[in-house]
T-cell receptor, first 114, second 117 residues
Framework: AQKVTQAQTEISVVEKEDVTLDCVYETRDTTYYLFWYKQPPSGELVFLIRRNSFDEQNEISGRYSWNFQKSTSSFNFTITASQVVDSAVYFCALTSGSARQLTFGSGTQLTVLP | EAGVTQFPSHSVIEKGQTVTLRCDPISGHDNLYWYRRVMGKEIKFLLHFVKESKQDESGMPNNRFLAERTGGTYSTLKVQPAELEDSGVYFC???????????????FGPGTRLTVL
């Protein structure tokens, strides 16, 4: 069975603060993929990143960075110098083995205040 | 290139009525998925088409839900008869055929918000 836990339901920060969104996953498969999606107020899910289980290298894309640690089954997402436009619901997701569908966490509502 | 589109964006119906949701995937994408988010909970998988065939429908909640993908292009999801607990946001996603990369990103549509009164 697969499971994704996003323990932070809501986070509120002031603009320019750094914020980390936590994601913990469970799977018995050795091959798996992890994802982050952003859902802005407009409703669509926007793909941010994919990581496979064989690549633990951390990634940075502008103000976004991701920390993948297999030892703790975590795939955390950090936004540096947050902006109001970062306000959204962020979902962490997993797929593994022969499954093709995504298993999502419950999402974290991030609010960045001006 | 157009993204995944869904129609309608919102639907409000009464318990017992029928509703049909439509999804148009990105052109050329063989894989089409339906997901649902109920009452602020996690987004849950409903089913997966590869072209016109149902690859996995393990997430379909019951036989009141019927999904089709005639011709391997657009897909419809019909709920008949609708119940109160069917309220939520229904997302459609599509991805390219699986190749050596092992997995291709799913691109999501904006969702259909269904309210059953």
């Amino acid at each position: 069975a697969q499971k994704v836990t996003q323990a932070q339901t809501e986070i509120s920060v002031v603009e320019k603060e750094d914020v980390t969104l936590d994601c913990v996953y469970e799977t018995r498969d050795t091959t798996y993929y992890l994802f982050w999606y952003k859902q802005p107020p407009s409703g669509e899910l926007v793909f941010l990143i994919r990581r496979n289980s064989f690549d633990e290298q951390n990634e940075i894309s502008g103000r976004y960075s991701w920390n993948f640690q297999k030892s703790t089954s975590s795939f955390n997402f950090t936004i540096t110098a947050s902006q109001v436009v970062d306000s959204a619901v962020y979902f962490c997701a997993l797929t593994s083995g022969s499954a093709r569908q995504l298993t999502f966490g419950s999402g974290t509502q991030l609010t960045v205040l001006p | 290139e157009a993204g995944v589109t869904q129609f309608p964006s919102h639907s409000v119906i009464e318990k017992g009525q029928t509703v049909t949701l439509r999804c148009d995937p990105i052109s050329g994408h063989d894989n089409l998925y339906w997901y649902r988010r109920v009452m602020g909970k996690e987004i849950k998988f409903l089913l997966h088409f590869v072209k016109e065939s149902k690859q996995d429908e393990s997430g379909m909640p019951n036989n009141r839900f019927l999904a089709e993908r005639t011709g391997g292009t657009y897909s419809t999801l019909k709920v008949q008869p609708a119940e109160l607990e069917d309220s939520g946001v229904y997302f459609c996603a599509s991805s390219q055929a699986f190749g050596l990369a092992g997995y291709n990103e799913q691109f999501f549509g904006p969702g259909t918000r269904l309210t059953v009164l």
